[in-house]
């Protein structure tokens, strides 16, 4: 078989807790294809599928908007693309996601990271900070070369933060971790095979190198090294060994399974827009062709739950987004996602609740 040039990238991370197991993600890049598989390996968690519009007007919403009196916004934009995102904490809120121009963006999970603050930057809470950059920038490039004139990252209080995985329908990929009040960049460029695990990047790298796939003297037995704690090395080895076979997306899967199937699967091809996407509760793959969803200013913001019964092409499924329809999954999604078993009765997340309505109220409609 021909063996095609093709960049992968790979990444390990927690998504919201420390003590939460890691996630997995990669990029096969080929002529024909841009794949990106990702799988959400934390616990059973609520969550929707949003068709974000574009040409709609935005605010910055901080921790401090969403938890205080003070509300008003220093940050507004507008929505050059649209994006399908997949959401934990409600509208505008994602965990990761695509848009139309396919550029691909997460979040993962990594301990030494520190707040980059830029005093003329106003605060934006990490999950809208990843819905902005997918509502301004079509590519890496353009988001990287952002970074310091945009918004700063606002985490989970008294929580660590998180690192970025991103790529474009191009077949660029980078990512950007907040080290030392700066932020770091690798590219694909600098990156040998663009992987990375919750350690920094070089961490990773070197403790891979002892194996005989990166030509070290350690003997890598893919039947023997199925533990959870090989599935870095695991996913290298696989991704290293890929031959063309013109089943990317097959492969992707395949890749994902054998790491460790995650609660959210998601497999997109950001080149065809074809996406790919599977829960923990409903395990069946289903589709949805992103060509075809409306993005347009005048359409209606659609929603469909993760944990969907429809099966196939699912496009037709999507339903009109409302203020109490996102409101269930604040309730349930940001208890979790702060994982503080006091948080979901606090008063604190009394006013968080009520400040997404006001938030959000001109943009969804109330039922």
């Given amino acids: 078989m021909k063996f095609h040039f093709f960049r992968l990238a790979v990444i390990f991370s927690i998504a919201c807790s420390v003590q939460s197991k890691a996630c997995s993600a990669f990029l096969l890049t080929g002529k024909e294809y841009n794949v990106v598989g990702f799988n959400e390996n934390w616990k059973t968690m609520p969550g ?15 921790w401090q908007n969403l938890t205080t009196d003070q509300t008003q916004a220093n940050k507004q934009w507008t929505s050059k693309f649209g994006s399908v995102t997949f959401n934990l904490l409600g509208y505008d809120f994602p965990c990761y996601g695509v848009n139309e ?60 933060g998180s690192h970025f995985f991103l790529t474009d329908a191009q077949g660029n990929a980078a990512t950007i971790a907040l080290l030392n009040g700066k932020y770091t960049v690798l590219t694909h460029k600098e990156m040998p095979m663009p992987l990375l695990c919750n350690n920094q990047y070089q961490k990773d790298l070197a403790a891979a190198k002892k194996f005989d796939f990166l030509g070290g003297n350690i003997k890598f037995d893919p039947d023997q090294n199925k533990n959870w ?13 890929y031959t063309y076979d013109q089943k990317p997306v097959d492969y992707a899967w395949n890749i ?17 827009m ?21 993005f347009s200013k005048n359409a209606t913001v659609k929603y469909l739950d993760i944990h969907t019964d429809e099966k196939g092409i699912v496009n037709r499924y999507f339903q009109n987004l409302t203020l109490a329809k996102n409101n269930q999954y ?21 006013k968080l609740k009520k400040n997404i309505v006001k938030f959000f109220e001109n943009i969804l409609p109330e039922s």
């Fill in 101 to 160: 121009k396919g550029l691909f963006l997460v979040e993962l999970y990594l301990e030494e990271t520190t707040k980059v603050y830029h005093p003329k930057q106003p605060d934006m809470f990490w999950a809208q900070w990843i819905q902005y950059q997918l509502d301004q920038y079509k590519t890496v490039k353009e988001v990287v070369d952002h970074l310091n004139d945009g918004p700063n990252i606002d985490w989970w209080p008294n929580a660590a």
């Fill in 256 to 272: 994902l399974n054998s790491i460790y199937p995650g609660e959210w699967q998601t497999v997109i091809d950001t080149k065809n």
């Fill in 330 to 350: 604040v309730e349930q999604g940001f208890p979790i996602g702060y994982d503080n078993k006091e948080f979901g009765t606090s008063s604190i997340f009394g």
């Fill in 229 to 241: 704690e090989d599935r870095y090395n695991r996913a290298y080895y696989m991704l290293k060994n």
């Fill in 274 to 294: 074809s996406l790919y996407f599977r829960s923990d509760l409903k395990k069946e793959v289903k589709t949805i062709d992103i060509s075809k969803l409306d």
């Fill in 48 to 62: 929707m599928i949003v068709v974000n519009k574009r040409d709609v007007l935005k605010r910055n919403i901080s």
